[in-house]
């Protein structure tokens, strides 16, 4: 058993979740506030990777990053950027996979704290970045944790739209879900098990690092 | 002196009503607001610190126009820095005693003196869950305090204390008030929780 495409996967899915720590917190944060229609067509944009297809959308990932495509030809000309067939592009469509596996358990957790919270740090003359910091981020800690677990952990396992976009360039794009895939199209079972056995172990052992992670948080920050 | 003139629209359960005020509150008194169920007395606090926003109105403390519907002013609760207790207590359960009154001041001296008033420095390293109830409000009661605010507001701060401690409690932050310069609204239900603290009242209800 090859162990680069392991390798790969754990790259990947530390990359995307460590993006989406820093992009996914601050959009649950804005959609946790006051409601509009515009956030709400906004909100239903970043759910839709949880309800498409994975391959309905690797297939538009893939026009969109194609060199033909506007988007595409930009990034090629202005930054030397293919993001079809390479780990950046793995990347980005990671990214986009995975958002509302941050950003909903967020969403949910900030919306959920007494509004209170925020007011009473407000009226101490704390501003909105300090109250968020302060107040706000350390009472959905354990929510925070299984935003970035589930993130991880659906990035570890994603196959549909990695191979859309990255197809399985040895090293670079063969990521472990599709190094199972192609043993089994090879009929080689014993290795294909071997990838699987090494992933559900990973995700076991995470998981049960959360349980115990958040183990006395589990009566919530207000009881 | 704060002046306040407001009006607001406010959904009850009878319908859509106005929640009318017209008051002066002269520098370090202290006015019970007392009202029905429902009247707004909660909201009106809450405009006044800053956290509400009425249709029309003005609010003027001292000198400075803290709300003024007509001129489009309207200070943020950053800005007017009011002391609040909430009626939920609004503590911080990731914060320990002192770390709440460190969140509002640096005055090591001024954080002692308090927790001293509110007999909490055995609690000091606690949190929030692990206090009974009585205990956070007194906690809510000094972080406000701890301020040392022009304008302190109080939802309901002594229900859950006791008729000793709340007594006690009130001789000890009647001698900060006057100390601090400080002007009081508290709102109450209960006539007996502030006689000994308010010196003047103010009924509000819905129009």
Redesign the interface.
């Known amino acids: 058993m090859e162990w680069t495409p392991i390798w790969l996967s754990l790259k990947l899915a530390a990359i995307t979740t460590l993006i989406l720590l820093a992009i996914g917190i601050p959009i649950a944060y804005w959609l946790s506030r006051k409601s509009s229609l515009f956030k709400i067509i906004a909100e239903a944009i970043l759910t839709m990777p949880l309800v498409l297809p994975p391959s309905v959308l690797g297939f538009y990932l893939l026009l969109s990053f194609s060199p033909n495509s506007p988007v595409g030809r930009w990034l090629l000309e202005y930054f030397n950027l293919s993001l079809v067939f390479s780990f950046e592009g793995l990347v980005v469509a990671s990214v986009i996979y995975s958002l509302p596996f941050m950003i909903s358990p967020v969403k949910s957790a900030l919306a959920h704290l007494?509004p209170?919270?925020a007011?009473?740090?407000?009226?101490?003359?704390?501003?909105r970045l300090t109250t968020f910091y302060?107040?706000l981020l350390?009472?959905i800690?354990s929510s925070l944790w299984t935003a970035t677990v589930l993130t991880f952990a659906h990035t570890l396992g994603e196959f549909g739209v990695v191979l859309m976009i990255g197809g399985k360039l040895e090293g670079i794009t063969k990521v472990a879900s599709i190094a199972i895939y192609d043993a089994v199209d090879n009929n080689q079972y014993n290795e294909a098990n071997q990838y699987s056995l090494v992933l559900f172990a990973i995700t076991f052992v995470i998981v049960i690092l959360v349980f115990i992670f958040n183990r006395n948080a589990s009566?919530g920050?207000?009881? | 002196m704060i002046t306040v003139k407001i009006d607001k629209k406010i959904k009850t359960y009878k319908g859509n009503s106005r929640l009318i005020v017209n008051a002066v509150f002269p520098v370090g008194t202290v006015t019970k607001v007392y009202g029905p169920s429902g009247a707004g007395k909660t909201t009106f606090l809450k405009i006044i610190a800053g956290l509400v926003t009425p249709e029309e109105g003005m609010i003027k403390a001292g000198e400075e126009f803290w709300l003024d519907t007509t001129t489009k002013i309207n200070w943020k609760p950053q800005q007017r820095k009011v002391g609040f207790v909430f009626q939920d207590f609004a503590l911080f359960p990731n914060m320990t005693v002192v770390e709440h009154l460190r969140y509002a001041t640096d005055d090591e001296v001024l954080i002692s003196r308090l927790l001293q008033i509110g007999q909490m420095a055995t609690f000091s390293s606690h949190r929030p869950r692990f206090l009974s109830g009585g205990q956070q409000q007194r906690l809510a009661i000094l972080r406000a305090l701890a301020l040392k605010p022009a304008l302190l507001l109080m939802d309901e701060a002594f229900s859950a204390l006791d008729d000793e401690l709340r007594e006690s409690l009130i001789t000890e932050i009647k001698i900060l008030l006057i100390e601090f310069g400080t002007t009081t609204i508290i709102v109450s239900h209960h006539a007996q929780e502030t006689a000994t603290f308010a010196d003047r009242e103010l009924k509000i209800d819905l129009e």
Request: cysteine-free; hydrophobic content about 25%.
């Open positions: 007494p209170s919270l007011e009473a740090s407000y009226t101490m003359g704390k501003s302060r107040v350390p009472n800690k009566r920050p207000l009881e």
